[in-house]
Structure formats: structure tokens, C-alpha cells
């Protein structure tokens, strides 16, 4: 197992921004992609960002996000800026073994979540 934190979530007004955290605890020597997914209410989980040798975006935070990782200390951090209401959502950080995917169901590893809103 590997123990996912976040952090960094809140509230902030359309226009601002905001920036997450994730710490990988435990055997996190073996995951290679580290990831962003966000999930709004009666809607699915669905891809922001991911890191594994290069980084890659959904279209909807191109521009606006940059996700970032510190290996040496297991951590992946996204920064928001710019922020829409169609923000608002639980961001997940999730991790995997293998190579980069915006499948959801292939991140093995998942935090418990980080409510982010952003208001009009």
C-alpha cells in the first residue's frame, strides 16, 4: 500500500487561486505516475493532471494548472490558478506503477480527497 495525503483545499472566489499537496507514504518507491483527478457532485471522477517523466493536462486546466513532483520526498503538488466555479470538486491525488493514463480505474493508489470550491 501507498498512503496518499492531500492538502491544501478551501474556498476561494472565482479568479484566485490555490495550490494542493500530496505526500506518498509507505512503499512509495515503486509508483512512477502521480496524479490529479477531481470529482463534482453527481458527476464521475474524472482526469485533471499527471506526472510520470512528463507531465500531461485535461483540456479544461491546460493553462491554469501546473502540476509539479518532488521525488525525493514522494510528494506531487497542483497548482490552480485562475479558478472557475466549474472548479469546484473533491480532488483526488492518485499514484500508479505504471506509465501515465487518465483512466481512473487504473491508479492503483488514491487519497482521501480535498474539497475544493470556488465561488462566483
Known amino acids: 500500500q501507498v498512503p496518499l495525503v492531500e492538502s491544501g483545499g478551501g474556498l476561494v472566489q472565482a479568479g484566485g487561486s490555490l495550490r494542493l499537496s500530496c505526500a506518498a507514504s509507505g512503499r512509495a518507491a515503486g509508483v512512477y505516475t502521480m496524479g490529479w483527478f477531481r470529482q463534482a457532485p453527481g458527476k464521475e471522477r474524472e482526469f485533471v493532471a499527471w506526472s510520470g517523466g512528463r507531465t500531461g493536462y485535461a483540456d479544461s486546466v491546460k493553462g491554469r494548472f501546473t502540476i509539479s513532483r518532488d521525488n525525493a520526498k514522494n510528494t506531487v503538488a497542483l497548482q490552480m490558478n485562475s479558478l472557475k466555479p466549474e472548479d469546484t470538486a473533491v480532488y483526488y491525488c492518485?499514484?500508479?506503477?505504471?506509465?501515465?493514463?487518465?483512466?481512473?480505474?487504473?491508479?492503483?493508489?488514491w487519497g482521501q480527497g480535498t474539497q475544493v470550491t470556488v465561488s462566483s
Open positions: 492518485a499514484a500508479r506503477r505504471g506509465a501515465p493514463t487518465t483512466l481512473a480505474r487504473q491508479y492503483e493508489f
